[in-house]
Each structure stands twice: as C-alpha cells, then as structure tokens.
C-alpha cells in the first residue's frame, strides 16, 4: 500500500492550492479516503472524507464552503481542492485510508502574505 501526496507550496491569503494523493497496492475504489491535517504544535485532525461507494462527502467546519474533496478512481487518485485559504490553513496535509490504516508522507501547505 502507497499514498504519495502532491500539490502543496505556498500561497497568499484568499488562493488556491489543489492536493492529490495517489494510490498504488490495493483497490483505491474499494475504500473510503481522507484527508488530514497537522498544523506545528498541534494534533493531526480530520478535514474532509469521501464514502468509496456514494461518494458522500463530509467535512471539517473550520473548511466548510472552502475545500472541496474529490476522487478518481479510474486513476486510483484522491484530490483536495483548497480555495480561499486562509494563514491557519497552515499544515501539513496527508492522505489516509482508514480501513488499511496506511498514511501518506504528507505535503507541506503554506498559506502566508
């Protein structure tokens, strides 16, 4: 099982970052996805989840109206669409299939003037 995330940098306050994560090593259709969080000093925490077999979504308040979770399964790849960002969207972002318990290595996402 691999999760690779991709996408992350930094941007001003009120941009734009897209997130993937690519999945290899067990059927990435198959399993809900998420996406967490891990801000310097401060606990990891869920942001968004997407349901493997509705693609129901669910989301963290604090990114509500602002993030947007999606999946390809066709490509095996789960995206993060992150618009409006703000300073405390500063983290660390990883990828997470609950049911295997596998992570990503995270990428760094640097909201800042």
């Known amino acids: 099982v691999q999760l690779v995330e991709s996408g992350g940098g930094l941007v001003q306050p009120g941009g734009s970052l897209r997130l993937s994560c690519a999945a290899s090593?067990?059927?990435?259709?198959?399993?809900?996805m998420n996406w967490y969080r891990q801000a310097p000093g401060k606990e990891r925490d869920l942001v968004a989840a997407i349901r493997r077999i509705d693609g129901i979504t669910t989301y963290a308040d604090a990114v509500k109206g602002r993030f947007t979770i999606s999946r390809d399964n066709t490509k095996s790849t789960l995206y993060l669409q992150m618009n409006s960002l703000k300073v405390e969207d500063t983290a660390v972002y990883y990828c997470?299939?609950?049911?295997?318990?596998?992570w990503g290595q995270g990428t760094q996402v640097t909201v800042s003037s």
């Open positions: 090593g067990f059927t990435f259709s198959a399993y809900t």
């Open positions: 997470y299939c609950p049911r295997l318990g596998s």
